[in-house]
């Protein structure tokens, strides 16, 4: 099983949608969570931090469900500008280890 | 926010050359850098954790010897591709964590575009 596991999409959903994606992880010791997102032939940038209450951003919300080890992102009222591939992130129990996951591939049409 | 640069952009190469990709932290010491390596439609790959004045530490499978990583300073690691081969065509973007309120955030560079011929 991977560390950390997203489905691949890709979604493709209509603008002004509304889009959630899951991710999994299998430490039960990850201690930080983060969504990133990235552009193709782009490097990654942070998108937002997950923490254990929940945390909006405008139009994102983040989830954390430690019991069922699992991260979520929603995205609300979607914009063509939103197609990009999202990546959860998972820093694990060791000091240093940062997981990626193979990527969620988002395309929104007009 | 935190700025990380790399440099080139992108490089084209003939097989058997030696290339070397620099990461720099622009506006903060970074402790920790990355290197990571993204093939076509795939995920990041971590290759290796380099802290400032010490070795690196390679992931399963690179090959230290190949991917030689130079951390001389809180502000610059650098990769080197020695005789590199047209399978180590790829994405090789760096990243860097800083100290005190940094350390939990990795900062990207933009990434280095290497193809070899």
């Known amino acids: 099983r991977k560390e950390v596991e997203q489905d691949p999409g890709p979604f493709n959903v209509p603008e002004g949608a509304t889009v959630a994606f899951n991710c999994t992880y299998s430490n039960s010791a990850s201690q930080s969570f983060f969504w990133y997102r990235q552009d193709c032939r782009k490097e990654p940038k942070l998108l937002m931090s997950v923490y254990s209450s929940g945390n909006e951003d405008g139009r994102f919300t983040a989830q954390l469900n430690r019991a069922s080890q699992y991260i979520s992102l929603l995205i609300r009222d979607s914009k063509l500008s939103d197609s990009a591939t999202y990546l959860c992130v998972v820093k694990g129990g060791s000091a240093s280890k940062i997981i990626f996951g193979s990527g969620t591939r988002l395309s929104i049409r007009p | 926010g935190a700025v990380v640069s790399q440099h080139p952009s992108r490089v084209i190469c003939k097989s058997g050359t030696s290339v070397k990709i620099e990461c720099r932290s622009l506006?903060?010491?970074?402790?920790?850098m990355f290197w990571y390596r993204q093939f076509p439609k795939q995920s990041l790959m971590l290759m290796a954790t380099?802290?400032?004045?010490?070795?690196?530490?390679?992931e399963q499978g690179v090959e230290k010897d190949k991917f030689l990583i130079n951390h001389a300073s809180l502000t610059l690691s650098t990769l080197t591709v020695t005789s590199a081969h047209p399978e180590d065509s790829s994405f090789y973007i760096c990243?860097?964590?800083?100290?005190?309120?940094?350390?939990?955030?990795?900062?990207f560079g933009p990434g280095t575009r290497l193809t070899v011929l």
């Open positions: 506006d903060f010491q970074a402790t920790t």
């Open positions: 380099s802290n400032e004045g010490s070795k690196a530490t390679y």
């Open positions: 990243s860097a964590r800083g100290a005190g309120g940094l350390t939990d955030t990795q900062y």
